[in-house]
């Protein structure tokens, strides 16, 4: 397969200016005749063939103006149909026959159990008719949708539907129209027995909308939550973005074969049932929260995507990480902010650092790929996300909001790039921002070495910053980037946030630094006291930040800093550098000894009267075996699981008293509501419950225990189920494994979370569990759900079993892709990623998870797969 590059772009030769479609659905032979209106692109020059995509159609007719081309007028290929003479402006019809019933990549139009759906983003409309499948064609579009009136009695498109009735056979019909122009990716078409809960939305402008949740009927008492966060959505995007919703209605659709997590086709968003559907009963808080956040993040893109979209697909980044930017202050305003960005950056300095670090590492704009939907990634969504954020906080919310503001008006129907969105920002602030777009050409995670001195004599404080973004695949070369440092100075008398004062300037306590040069030197002065820097504040920049803290400093920001994600930061760190010794003890068979400042610092965290039990909860959290992972120059699993598993134990011994009082104060038999007041009481009460449970006694196993039985919400009992089967107690772990199950057998989506829990428990039995439960009829590997609940959980979250010594994890895991490669190229490429990270662990496993890749290589691969593996054995 041939790489697609950026410089390469040019308009297309003809654009679409509408499109015509009709289905005639059939599991084995769905017809689709297309008319499309075109013309010659003003740009291009007069004359050219007619280009179009296309994979998997079987053509039966094409004319263009009514006339059937002969077969030299045109060349059919394995990927698309080219016309060799065409007029400047025309006609052109065609006929395909296509098999939904086939499609198990889940890509243009595919049957999930009875019903078809489509999913199009990025390239599968080229799956469903010849047409230009690139976003810069945008077209109005009117859709025929013709099926059976018994078994697809809900037949829907993009768009209000105009026309309906019935035809011959006991079939029927509904056309949609959509007036807005739009590209071929935010196609969609579901069809099915449905059902649908209706709201109503009255826009800021009094229009009114109606909102239709279609499920399939055992479904219906799973909406209430989405629905309730898209009204949400819509009010906080009128508010805060001044953007109000299009047209009259607006539907999402769960379906349960889906590749990623929803998708934002105009007016009919396509969901996975995983992320829309929730009931306390079924779904966790977590789950909650990213229901929510998922149906904000797609109603956003109606415009951060829809009615303003990317030129090509390197402009990934222009609608996702906005979109995500957006999204993520959706959820800091509705729920805890605090912790909001907690878990944000505890996710992306895990996993996005590790994809930044790694073999297919790649900038928030790239230059080059093979697969598209290889490149929806961390780097992508995430990294772009926090591009964005610090593009809002270098201009400042007025200015970046006028920016946006003009970017919607100005681009409005078009398809743009990341400069366009930039340029505005530009324009709104008067700042020069052609330092800061590297940030967008630029891979890897740049690296922040400070130091600081208290100069008593001067009342001065001086802090040395040197940056350095390590080579990348291709990019071995690095310049520095623009980044803002957000910073306090906190005293170590007072305890306060110190008045800062830079180049004669007053900065307030609370300030931004710039840091643009590889080394670069800021003296504050008047600083009265000897401080303790608190730096980078809020995450206020995607990089690595090392600074000689001691562990007295830690435990002082810890108890002082005013930035209460540094604080929390602090007490991460505080841990790191106990889990360290930890780790370098187990590994040369020294005495593991507990560092009693981490257990001093919790003591003081769980005898304060905290007002946030979210943040108080995250404080309480220790550094996940991933995060500890990325931290170290090799990856030793199992001393990392050993030394975690020592201080969580070490704690629970020593504060046994105190997280059993967090436990009670916490418990509450009120009626379950995902509100941000009880889900951070349970959070605490859960991560108090642990650290109970840690050590296997009586009391803590009849806590669980009594938990689980009482069954009062799924947040409460999968988290006592998760405990119990994570014991070293079998005898406890399998006979609620079995309760569960039963109970639950009906409910796919909870049969994922019985999957996960026990494929990422630490026992030894893991693996052989995987096999086991791969045969389970609950189970299919043509489910991307239930590939990412067995096989995702035990190959990304259970490392001391995926690592295993003998090299079975990897073989399985390799197993699996090669299977997948063949039915699901998109989810086989993604579930590989554990095994392409093979330089992080040592020379025996090294050797083993190459010597799978090698295999996998060995086999006939899809593009997808193809990429993946030549990256990581590069
Ligand atoms: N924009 C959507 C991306 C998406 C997707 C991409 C490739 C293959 C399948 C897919 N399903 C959804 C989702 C989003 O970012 O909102
Ligand atoms: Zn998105």
Known sequence: PKPTYLRDYRPPAYRVTH?????????????????LHLERHPERESGLPLTLDGERLVLKAIAIDGQPLEEDEYALTEDGLTVHRVPERFLLDTEVEIAPEANTALEGLYQSGGMYCTQCEAEGFRRITYYPDRPDVMATFATT?????KREPVLLSNGNPVERGELPGGRHFVTWEDPHPKPCYLFALVAGDLEKVEDRFTTMSGREVTLQ??????????????????????????????????????????????????????????????????????ATDAAFQRVEGIVAHEYFHNWSGNRVTCRDWFQLSLKEGFTVFRDQCFSADTNSAPVKRIEDVSFFRTAQFAEDAGPTAHPIRPDHYIEITNFYTLTIYEKGAEVVRMLRNLVGWEAFRRGSDRYFERFDGQA?????????????????????????????????DAHGEYDYANAEYRLILRQRTPATPDQPDKLPLHIPIRLGLVGTKSGRDLPLTLDGESLGTDAVIHLREDEQEFVF?????APVPSLARGFSAPVKLRFPYGRE????????DSDGFNRWDAGQRLAMLALDDLIAAHRNGVEKVMDSRVVEAFRTLLSQDSDDKAVLAEMLTLPSEAYI????????????HAARTFVKQSLAMALRDEFLAVFEANRSEAPYAPEPEQIAARSLKNVALSYLMAIEDEEGIELVQRQFAADHNMTDVRHALTLLVHSSRDDLAEPALRRFGEKWAHDPLVMDQWFSIQVTRPQPDALERVKFLMEHPAFSLKNPNKVRALIGAFAGQNRVNFHRADGEGYRLLADVVIELNRLNPEIAARIITPLTRWQRFDEARQALMKAELERIRAEELSPNVYEVVQKALA
Request: aromatic share 8%.
């Open 19 to 35: 499109t015509e479609l009709t289905f005639d659905l059939d599991p084995a032979a769905t017809r689709v005749k297309a008319r």
């Open 145 to 149: 949708v013709i099926g059976d009136a």
């Open 213 to 282: 949740i279609w499920v399939e009927a055992e479904n219906l008492g799973k909406t209430d939550h989405a629905m309730a966060s898209l009204k949400r959505a819509m009010t906080w995007d009128e508010q805060t973005y001044g953007r109000e919703y299009d047209l009259d209605r607006f539907m999402i659709v769960a379906v349960n074969d889906f590749n990623m997590g929803a998708m934002e086709n105009k007016g009919l968003n396509i969901f996975n049932s995983a992320a829309v559907l929730t009931h306390p009963h079924t």
């Open 416 to 448: 743009v790039t990341i400069e366009d969105f930039v340029g505005c920002m530009e324009e709104a602030s008067g700042q020069d921002l052609s330092q800061f777009m590297r940030w967008y050409s630029q891979a890897g995670t740049p690296e922040i």
């Open 525 to 529: 002065t008047e600083v009265s006291e």
């Open 553 to 560: 400093d830690l435990a002082f920001l810890l108890a002082n």
């Open 629 to 640: 992972a990325e931290q170290q120059p090799l990856v030793d699993v199992d001393a990392i």
